[in-house]
């Protein structure tokens, strides 16, 4: 894998091993494709060039700007801080109600791979002019741009900033031992506990995902949150929901913050109603019989629930609005009150 890269403008990839025939076979998620020579991997943004495998997207940033951490959502980490958020275009996954579809989607409705060429060093220079804690690859999958996610988030530790990544959890062990050099933080969405879920609605599969969680959450030092999009009809019956509650709750930890969101339609997905403000809080309910001691609702702001309460005596932590944290009285990663300790990073 030592051949000159003769195309300017190209990222030559990470995670990959030449086959026979001038093949390659990608090892950067659970796709694992084998892709044939002048040929696009899964994601149609890694492509096999004379036998070598090349990012189309390295240099193509279609979104760079400073969030609340809570965007991501991750309420355990850095808490009311800034996060500097990046994505470029392109997912693994093919989402039939992607929120993000006009720049995740966008190479599968046939348009070109586009952006901004940002540097690393540019980025985490606007990471600091913005005064940001942290950097966050976002908005489309992180992992079809880990080429600029692996250098960006090398550099951005040396310079004292932290990492995030908000996934859809399909990435390698492999590529996992790997961000867990520089990435401190991260979200995945675990979207049902239904494989037949996973292959009508996004085209993947269930299995690896549960397999990453449970690596992160027991083999890393990664901070982990999990969000689950609820869809009425879809994966929002009580067993399903108690069955992801307990698993993260026994498989993962019961101090992983648990995301519920409330559906609204989106892109191919339109013919359903949103989901309703009391299935949220009947899930609500659900994670918390589980075991799970963080469960908060997505998508209701102003709800009681978004804040962040001790789950040994029931004292106020962080009061949550939305993205807006109005105060935050942990000391020392501890409740006030009782001393119990807060699960997080730098709370």
Known sequence: MSKQNNNPGLKRAIFWDPAEDKKVQCKLCNFRC?????????????????????????DKVC????????KKPLFHFQPG?????????GCNFRCDFCQNFHISQALIEGEL????????????????????RSIAYTYTEPTVFMELCAETGTLAKEKGLVNVFVS????????????????????????????DYYKDLCKARLQPV????????????????????????QNDSDDELKRIADFLATEAHPDVPWHISRFIPQYKYLD???????????????????????????????????????????????????????????????CPSCETTIAGFEL
Not at 63 to 70: C, F, G, Q, T
Not at 210 to 233: F, H, M, R, S
């Open 210 to 233: 549960l397999d990453n969680i449970k690596y992160i959450a027991n083999q890393t030092n990664i901070w982990l949150e999990v969000t689950t999009l609820i869809v009425p009809g």
């Open 272 to 334: 359903s109603h949103p989901t309703s403000v009391e299935t949220i809080a009947r899930a609500e309910q659900i994670g918390k019989a589980a075991g799970l001691r963080y469960v908060y609702p997505g998508n209701i702001p102003g709800s009681r629930s978004e804040s962040t309460f001790c789950y040994n005596c029931g004292q106020l932590l962080i009061e949550r609005f939305g993205y807006s944290i109005q105060q935050n009285l942990i000391q020392n990663s501890k």
């Open 168 to 195: 859809n959890g399909y990435m390698t062990k492999e590529a996992i031992d790997s961000v867990k050099q520089w990435l401190d933080g991260i979200n995945i969405d675990l979207k049902s506990f239904s494989d």
């Open 63 to 70: 979104a760079a700007n400073p969030d609340p951490i809570e």
């Open 113 to 132: 791979v586009e952006g901004t060429a940002l540097s690393p060093e540019s980025i985490v220079a606007y990471s600091l002019k913005s005064n940001c």
């Open 34 to 58: 084998l892709i044939n020579e002048d040929k696009l991997g899964h994601c149609r943004v890694r492509k096999n060039i004379d036998g070598t495998l090349y990012s189309l997207n390295y």
């Open 81 to 89: 801080s800034s996060s500097f958020s990046i994505a470029c275009v």
